[in-house]
């Protein structure tokens, strides 16, 4: 079965004047986020991106960013992968959690 993380809070952002469609971002996702149509990447599946960073390290064309790292979606993965609660820097105080 393929994971679903949180709708819509990816900070994932594709520039695709920047794309030179060479395909690296294709291969190296773990979750099929996206796809090349007429040699310029696209995002098909935004919530399905764990933030991860692979794309952006690997993109030759610095056309992609992404908060790798950072965010609700990781701190749900730590969690899972420590067995506690999930837990980052935006609970609390600031109540920007989904
Ligand atoms: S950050 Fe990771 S999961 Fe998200 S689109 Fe890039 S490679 Fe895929
Ligand atoms: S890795 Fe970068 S340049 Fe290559 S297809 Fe993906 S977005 Fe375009």
Redesign the pocket.
Known sequence: MKHKYLKNV?T?KLEAEKCIGCGM?VT????S??SIDMRKAEIVDRN?????????KNCPASA?E?Q?GVGCATAVINGILRGTEPDCDCSGNSGSCY
Do not use: D, Q, R, T
């Open positions: 990816a994932l971002c190296v996702c773990p979750h986020v996206f399905s991106c764990m933030e991860c960073g692979a794309c952006v992609i992404v790798a």
